[in-house]
T-cell receptor
Framework: SAVISQKPSRDICQRGTSLTIQCQVDSQVTMMFWYRQQPGQSLTLIATANQGSEATYESGFVIDKFPISRPNLTFSTLTVSNMSPEDSSIYLC???????????FGDGTRLSIL | GDSVTQMEGPVTLSEEAFLTINCTYTATGYPSLFWYVQYPGEGLQLLLKATKADDKGSNKGFEATYRKETTSFHLEKGSVQVSDSAVYFCALGNQGGKLIFGQGTELSVKP
């Protein structure tokens, strides 16, 4: 399985600020996914990031709030903009498995907004 | 649209008890089904999967069978341990490669 590194692993931020989360994969992948897990809740897909094209956002998520970059086949960033306490969540990136294997997840970024 | 419904938690069991966590799904086409586990303070890990009807996924003593007729993928373990305490997520993988998760079920196993 791919090895996924997410940075930072956790952060505490002030409301109104923005934070960029990095996701690095040890192999080239076409698609990368970004999820949000609010406290005590399930995972919700934010967007799919394809290299060389705009990210595709799910209903309820917009580019202005969660801009995504995908500069190459091993790296992506998710920015959480103008944060409010409601953005306190775990943010996870994942990549599709190879050979029909399921998605593999990074350890996530635990974000708290004061 | 596609969706997954899981048994609500938290579930509290004594060590060596039998575990069942119910999961049902709604999907178009023929999705793959997964159970993921999230141990306290850790990331999400795949526990087991099944890719077609009547497949049984198994790992670490956990089992789940893909039942197309009842659109279910219930998770079972014959004898739970304290180390199984975690949050368990049922998920389906649709044709577009996306994962849709259930709401998660917290399991607490007491010695």
């Amino acid at each position: 399985s791919a090895v996924i590194s997410q940075k930072p692993s956790r952060d505490i931020c002030q409301r109104g600020t923005s934070l960029t989360i990095q996701c690095q994969v040890d192999s080239q992948v076409t698609m990368m996914f970004w999820y949000r897990q609010q406290p005590g809740q399930s995972l919700t897909l934010i967007a799919t990031a394809n290299q060389g094209s705009e990210a595709t956002y799910e209903s309820g998520f917009v580019i202005d709030k969660f801009p995504i970059s995908r500069p190459n086949l091993t790296f992506s960033t998710l920015t959480v903009s103008n944060m409010s306490p409601e953005d306190s969540s775990i943010y996870l990136c994942s990549v599709p498995g190879t050979g029909g294997k399921p998605q593999h997840f990074g350890d996530g970024t635990r974000l708290s907004i004061l | 649209g596609d969706s997954v419904t899981q048994m609500e938690g938290p579930v509290t069991l004594s060590e060596e008890a039998f575990l069942t966590i119910n999961c049902t799904y709604t999907a178009t086409g023929y999705p793959s089904l997964f159970w993921y586990v999230q141990y306290p303070g850790e990331g999400l890990q795949l526990l087991l999967k099944a890719t077609k009807a009547d497949d049984k996924g198994s790992n670490k003593g956990f089992e789940a069978t893909y039942r197309k007729e009842t659109t279910s993928f219930h998770l079972e373990k014959g004898s739970v341990q304290v180390s199984d305490s975690a949050v368990y997520f049922c998920a389906l993988g649709n044709q577009g490669g996306k994962l849709i998760f259930g709401q998660g079920t917290e399991l607490s196993v007491k010695p």
